[in-house]
């Protein structure tokens, strides 16, 4: 059993949102580790979970078991966590439920569709979560505490790899670590100036009764998202999900306050305070982008071909070319490579370029070799719909192969690393369950490793 904390609290949790529309089950106590109590539908969320994740989505016979130990084993850890005074703070709370709740608005498509399938509107769902996420986040501090002296040398990598069937090695595609440098073409002063001052235009029909704010929303608002909501957003104050100084405006605002123009890193805001509640504020807005010309896109790019002969001539780094020039938000963290949101890291194959900004980068791959840099791209960013330049950095190629300890020792050794830890986990278990007072119904007491741990439970 290698994956106690496999599961994800907040998952959990909408799982157990699913599980009680889908099957009704009547909630009781299932079991007690310590102070903390597990219930029933905290299974059933996660064996809901479980089979949405299932390609056939039946699930094997002991899957309850499996759920249920993984729960018990993470309550252990959270109680010795706390004991320990392993530091977990509010903002890394605050952090995991915006990233939680934004997962699951692209799961449903909106907000709106997902409070419909869920029942709980953004404010219920950032409370139902805190509490399980900060026991996740609790458990994962234990268990690095328990894991991180653990390491693997050379003959262990070796020996692990020489325990695999030959013909059950993995299959690997054509894989590739590929960057991107992005320069968003720059209006000019007057073009900003001319923004401003419509948006000024705006405000003062409105607040003259000429306008309706709502209808200039409709009509001239370039947010995309104005075709479905009219430009009205529900903010709450530490959704970090939001550009920080539309949000920061938004909540200096009283109830009808329409705000002066406001930039951020999509254009300009207008912004009108429909309704405050506590920590929540319902917005409309009109978002203007500055015209960018011709001239401004041609600016970007002899910076951009500027940039990309430093790097061609080794004066500088892709690396530290991104971190000083490129304009995209998340590079200071991904150091301009493209990730893989599927497995991690920065290995890709062709087919995980998908979205329509990527398909481009594809075209390009047949020109370039491993090290070398594109010249500037014009594209269109798929978030924004803004024009934008780029050049683009193929770090490595793999041709296809099978695994083999030259091409994949890291992956070999990441996989020889993660069955050492989870010894390390289940040893750490087996000594300090039996500590705690654990109680479970009788529907788990056959579970495997429940009738181990209940049993060295009762010979304490």
């Given amino acids: ?56 989505g039946h699930l094997p016979p002991d899957a309850a078991c499996t759920i249920m130990e993984q729960i ?25 439920i915006d990233n939680r709740i934004r997962y699951f608005e692209q799961l449903y498509g909106s907000r709106e569709k997902m409070k419909e399938v869920t029942g709980y509107s953004i404010y219920q769902l950032r409370e139902r979560f805190r509490q399980p996420i ?8 234990m268990q690095d505490k328990i894991t991180n002296a653990v390491k693997v040398t050379p003959s262990e990598v070796k020996r ?19 960057g991107q440098l992005v320069i968003i073409p720059k209006a000019t002063k007057e073009m900003e ?25 409709i009509l001239y608002s370039q947010d995309p998202g104005t075709k479905e909501n009219n430009g009205i957003y529900i903010l709450n104050r530490t959704d970090k999900q939001w550009d920080p100084e539309f949000l920061a405006a938004s909540f200096r605002l009283k109830e009808n306050e329409i705000s002066s123009p406001v930039k951020s890193q999509f254009g300009y805001h207008l912004i009108q305070c429909l309704k405050r509640q506590g920590d929540n504020i319902t917005v409309q807005h009109i978002l203007l982008k500055p015209n960018i010309g011709k001239s401004d896109i041609a600016a970007a ?15 500088i780094t892709f690396a530290e070319a991104v971190r000083n020039f490129s304009d995209e938000p998340m590079s200071k963290f991904t150091g301009g490579m493209l990730q893989n949101n599927v497995g991690g890291g ?21 020109t370039l070799k491993p090290g070398g840099v594109s010249a500037p791209q014009q594209y269109t960013d798929d978030e924004n719909g803004s024009t934008n330049l780029r050049i683009v950095y193929l770090k490595t190629r793999t041709n296809p192969h099978r695994e083999n300890l030259n091409d994949d020792y890291a992956r070999i050794q990441q996989r020889t690393l993660a069955i050492k830890q989870a010894e390390a986990r289940d040893k750490w278990l087996r000594e300090t369950i039996p500590t705690y007072y654990i109680h479970v119904d009788n529907d788990f007491k056959k579970c495997g490793h429940i009738a181990k741990w209940m049993g060295a439970v009762a010979q304490k």
């Fill in 1 to 56: 059993m290698n994956k106690f904390l496999a599961f994800s609290a907040g998952v959990m949790l909408l799982g157990q949102v699913a599980a009680a529309q889908q099957r009704m089950v009547a909630d009781k106590i299932a079991a007690i580790v310590g102070d903390k109590i597990i219930l029933s539908s905290d299974v059933e969320g996660e064996l809901v979970n479980m089979q949405r994740q299932v390609p056939d």
């Fill in 72 to 96: 018990i084993a993470q309550k252990v850890m959270v109680i010795q966590a706390e004991r320990d005074s392993l530091p977990v703070s509010e903002s890394d709370v605050d952090g995991q």
């Fill in 134 to 141: 900060k026991e996740g986040l609790l458990a994962k501090a």
């Fill in 160 to 178: 692990y790899f020489d325990g695999i069937p030959k013909d059950s090695l993995k299959f690997y595609e054509s894989e590739l670590e590929i």
């Fill in 193 to 217: 100036q001319y923004t401003i001052d419509r948006l000024n235009e705006f405000k003062k029909e409105v607040q003259e009764k000429k306008a309706d704010f709502g209808r200039l929303a």
């Fill in 301 to 315: 790019r002899t910076k951009l071909d500027t940039i990309r002969q430093n790097i061609v001539n080794g004066k």
């Fill in 346 to 366: 920065t290995l890709l194959t062709i087919d995980q370029l998908d979205q329509p900004s990527e398909r481009d980068i594809v075209l390009m791959l047949d």
